[in-house]
């Protein structure tokens, strides 16, 4: 591939967001000085505002999609869910260039001039390519800070956590990118929407007493939540307790008689539209549970105490707030708080 790109068109309307209340009209973003943040452990330059952006996994997409920045977008991959609702008709004005992670000469193919992602393994060995390959390229690269605080990739797995993730880090990640391009009163904004929704689903909700078991995929050696991730944020919001919370691996393996064991009060699950694992959506899940002898008593089942959510949900990003709103719903339904 040339290590020069083209020169691109300076003015390009940006999208009004679809989550935030009114629209920024026809302005078009105001920064093009010079944007230099640290980030993961790197310091990142970002000369003006991007034009090109290239997002490789699906919760750093909808970020961008919520700031009203599909038309700045030259493609998105890795998908576990539909696209969050409100962001359908932004959505399609984006190229898919993967559903699950691309080559890195697909995306070199989109002329990126910023490449976005959720986790540091899409940007490091044996992802989509590292950090360096791109930044020798000229293209800065940015990675959800969720993913690098407080957390050791350097294992095998989805990596473990030292000390429990905050949803601070997830709208540090959205005025990030906000400012990045040029947009940081749209960042702003959605921030508050974000914090006014947490503290509306949190109000009065005592869930104290209830153990909660999350179940991502895979029925065979199934991956449940550790203490600290996403779902920590939202068991912490409700007062609620993991089932699983001893350990600070993200997603570990566990096996079904030790989850039959613990027997948790609610079984939240997700409910995944990719074909990468067995028993991805929530309908085979559940039809699993209900089947196999170890799990087929456990009180959760019994009683079919299930939370279904997406993916994106259970990942560290903005729909961990939707998650929050459904598990406390899911809460008040089985009556296990008021």
Known sequence: MPLARPARA??????CSLLMTGCE???????????????CGRKVRVDKAPR????????????????????????TATWTDPVMEGLEKANAKVPRIAENNPSFERVLDSDPDFVAASFVSTLGTGGVATRDQFEKLGVPTYVSPSDC??????????????????????????????????????G????????????????????????????????????????CGAPGIMTRALGAKNAFDDTHEEW???????????????????DLTRDSQTAESAAK????????????????????????LSGQA?????????????????????????
């Not at 300076?10 to 999208?15: D, P």
């Not at 009209?25 to 980030?39: F, I, M, Q, Y």
């Open 149 to 186: 605080a407080g957390k050791d990739n350097s294992g095998g797995g989805d990596g473990k956590r030292d000390k429990a993730l905050g949803i601070e880090a997830v709208y540090g990640e959205v005025r990030d990118l906000a400012t990045v391009f040029g947009v940081k009163d749209r």
């Open 188 to 227: 702003d904004k959605l921030v508050a929407s974000l914090q006014q929704r947490m503290k509306k689903a949190t109000r009065g909700i005592d869930a104290s007493g209830v153990s909660l078991l999350y179940w991502f995929a895979d029925s065979e050696s199934p991956y449940m939540a550790g203490c």
């Open 314 to 338: 259970m990942n560290p990003t903005i729909r961990t707030v939707e998650g929050v709103e459904k598990v406390a719903a899911g809460l008040r339904e089985f009556g296990l708080v008021k």
């Open 285 to 308: 899940k559940i039809a699993f549970l209900e089947s196999n002898p170890v799990t087929k008593n456990m009180d959760a089942v019994r009683h079919k105490r299930y939370v279904l």
């Open 252 to 270: 570990p393996q566990i096996n079904w008689e030790t989850v039959a064991d613990r027997n948790p009060d609610v079984l939240v699950i997700g």
């Open 52 to 75: 090109q952006a290239v997002s490789l996994n699906q919760g750093t997409t909808e970020i961008l999609l919520s700031l009203g920045l599909a038309d700045r977008m030259a493609g």
């Open 10 to 15: 300076a003015v390009v309307l940006a999208a």
């Open 25 to 39: 009209g026809s302005k078009a973003p105001t920064a093009e000085a010079a944007t230099a943040l640290d980030n």
